[in-house]
Nanobody, 126 residues
Framework: QVQLVESGGGLVQAGGSLRLSCAASGRTFSSYAMGWFRQAPGKEREFVAAISRSGGVTYYADSVKGRFTISRDNAKNTVYLRMKSLKPEDTAVYYC???????????????????WGQGTQVTVSS
């Protein structure tokens, strides 16, 4: 398994931007597809974005498409989530996760992600 640590969350006004980072331990980071998920108070955790092992394929939830960008740097063992045009409804704890599944990125489900970070809070004020 890989250990994951998120950072970069905070308080931002609506319309603002943030970049989340997720640092992974171990030398096998490039063997994992990576994803970002979020959980708002009183709601179930939901998928946000995923990226393939090489970074060549990305997939987004409809709610963030065009506003969020997932990327990765395998040399730095880090995956990023660039968020712009933030809305109050983006407020949530954001988690990164790693998957060793052989599924295509767009078909990954939450159970396919075996390693999770502790989460970072993103709060968007109106």
């Amino acid at each position: 398994q890989v250990q994951l640590v998120e950072s970069g969350g905070g308080l931002v006004q609506a319309g603002g931007s943030l970049r989340l980072s997720c640092a992974a331990s171990g030398r096998t980071f490039s063997s994992y597809a990576m994803g970002w998920f979020r959980q708002a108070p009183g709601k179930e955790r939901e998928f946000v974005a995923a990226i393939s092992r090489s970074g060549g394929v990305t997939y987004y939830a409809d709610s963030v498409k065009g506003r969020f960008t997932i990327s990765r740097d395998n040399a730095k063992n880090t995956v990023y989530l660039r968020m712009k045009s933030l809305k109050p409804e983006d407020t949530a704890v954001y988690y990164c996760a790693a998957s060793s599944s052989s599924r295509y990125v767009e078909r990954l489900l939450q159970p396919d992600f075996g390693s999770w970070g502790q989460g970072t809070q993103v709060t968007v004020s109106s």
